[in-house]
T-cell receptor, first 114, second 112 residues
Framework: AQSVSQHNHHVILSEAASLELGCNYS??????LFWYVQYPGQHLQLLLK??????LVKGIKGFEAEFIKSKFSFNLRKPSVQWSDTAEYFC????????????FGAGTRLFVKA | EPEVTQTPSHQVTQMGQEVILRCVPI?????FYWYRQILGQKVEFLVS????????KSEIFDDQFSVERPDGSNFTLKIRSTKLEDSAMYFC??????????FGSGTRLTVV
């Protein structure tokens, strides 16, 4: 069965620090990859997505992610975080099987200290 | 940009009561989904729906749950007899192809 693993459950950073959140998935076929952000008390918001082409994907709010097929990874990065980036971040995958449901990772809670 | 609309945004219901959560998917989308997020946990797949039938469901989606597309625009999730543990945020999603996968803003269900 497909699964998504996020390595860090909680991350605390100071403003201006660089961010990298790890994400690995388990599926050998074609996948579409996503990062969502959920601010406290709010709904899911799409940060970025990868379908094909350039493995370095740029999203909103200065985030980017790199798809490394050989490592089954899709890590999220931001060079300089802000206090407003405090949120929970979910990596997700849609595999080309099983009704194309989205499988979410457990999430990483990011707290940015001002 | 087209949106998936969910109503109500927050619903409080008594244990044992039936509840219907409503969703209006994007108009030309063909595949519809419900997901659930219990507070502090990850988002979990409940059910997918295509061509007026369930195409896949998870273990969570037991006999207490049902889905329906009653009129070609709405997509509903019914919980027949709610339990305390059904309290969660419920997200509807729709897609045309995988590129057009869109989530609604969610309905927070509180069972008391």
């Amino acid at each position: 069965a497909q699964s998504v693993s996020q390595h860090n459950h909680h991350v605390i950073l100071s403003e201006a620090a660089s961010l990298e959140l790890g994400c690995n998935y388990s599926y050998g076929g074609t996948v579409n990859l996503f990062w969502y952000v959920q601010y406290p008390g709010q709904h899911l918001q799409l940060l970025l997505k990868y379908f094909s082409g350039d493995p370095l994907v740029k999203g909103i709010k200065g985030f980017e992610a790199e798809f490394i097929k050989s490592k089954f990874s899709f890590n999220l990065r931001k060079p300089s975080v802000q206090w407003s980036d405090t949120a929970e971040y979910f990596c997700a995958v849609i595999a080309d099987t099983g009704g194309f449901k989205t499988i979410f990772g457990a999430g990483t809670r990011l707290f940015v200290k001002a | 940009e087209p949106e998936v609309t969910q109503t109500p945004s927050h619903q409080v219901t008594q244990m044992g009561q039936e509840v219907i959560l409503r969703c209006v998917p994007i108009s030309n989308h063909l595949y519809f989904y419900w997901y659930r997020q219990i507070l502090g946990q990850k988002v979990e797949f409940l059910v997918s729906f295509y061509n007026n039938e369930i195409s896949e469901k998870s273990e969570i989606f037991d006999d207490q749950f049902s889905v329906e597309r009653p009129d070609g625009s709405n997509f509903t999730l019914k919980i027949r007899s709610t339990k305390l543990e059904d309290s969660a945020m419920y997200f509807c999603a729709s897609r045309l192809g995988t590129r057009g996968y869109t989530f609604g803003s969610g309905t927070r269900l509180t069972v008391v």
